[in-house]
């Protein structure tokens, strides 16, 4: 069973507009960490922002936030603002307790329109 | 400043020879981490290790090794190339294995397998 599932393959925005990208995942440990990177077109991977399992407050660095629902096992990103630098792949990842890799989603592509 | 780097950048090769992919870190980190990535499938786990003489198969690691006698590289070898090892090649760093631990990446190696 995929362990992060991101449902939309691609994803298109207007300039200034909020966005979400939606991320499921499928755990029965107790203890994980939730993971955002983008990926530009020039193909580097960028930490955009964690979730851990026990945080009480929905995480957030600047225009990111994430949209943390736990009984849904739900970590949707939430980008305010659009800019035409946002335009990129989005990963959703995560980590089940200590001393393990992150496991990765297949991504949402998004474009922003001016 | 501290970096992660991988070599080549591109790479062509034919199909049944053996192929390295560097990579090289300067932050000092334990963790250390190869992932490949093919349109539709997101980033897949080929190896990691958790420090030196330490090496684990992630989830695609079939005709590919690894080995870490220090803790600045880990290389990847392709013991005899496929075609459908055609993909975009990731080493990701970590400081440690805490769950909150981001992974850093490397810019990604293109391998063309003819």
């Known amino acids: 069973a995929q362990k992060i599932t991101q449902t939309q393959p691609g994803m298109f925005v207007q300039e200034k507009e909020a966005v979400t990208l939606d991320c499921t995942y499928d755990?029965?440990?107790?203890?994980?960490?939730l993971f955002w990177y983008k990926q530009p077109s020039s193909g580097e991977m960028i930490f955009l922002i964690y979730q851990g399992s026990y945080d009480q407050q929905n995480a957030t660095e600047g225009r990111y936030s994430l949209n943390f629902q736990k009984a849904r096992k739900s970590a949707n990103l939430v980008i305010s603002a659009s800019q035409l630098g946002d335009s990129a792949m989005y990963f959703c990842a995560m980590r089940e307790g200590r001393n393990t890799p992150l496991v990765f989603g297949k991504g949402t592509r998004l474009s922003v329109i001016a | 400043d501290a970096e992660i780097t991988q070599s080549p950048r591109h790479k062509i090769t034919e199909t049944g020879r053996q192929v390295t992919l560097a990579c090289h870190q300067t932050w000092n980190h334990n963790n250390m981490f190869w992932y490949r990535q093919d349109l539709g499938h997101g980033l897949r786990l080929i190896h990691y290790?958790?420090?030196?003489?330490?090496?684990n198969k992630g989830e695609v690691s079939d005709g590919y090794s690894v080995s870490r006698s220090n803790t600045e590289d880990l290389p990847l070898t392709l013991e005899s190339a496929a075609s459908s090892q055609t993909s975009v090649y990731f080493c990701?760093?970590?400081?440690?294995?805490?769950?909150?631990?981001?992974?850093?990446f490397g810019p990604g190696t293109r391998l063309l397998v003819l």
């Open positions: 990701a760093s970590s400081e440690s294995a805490g769950l909150e631990e981001t992974q850093y």
């Open positions: 755990t029965s440990d107790p203890s994980y960490g």
């Open positions: 290790s958790y420090g030196v003489q330490d090496t």
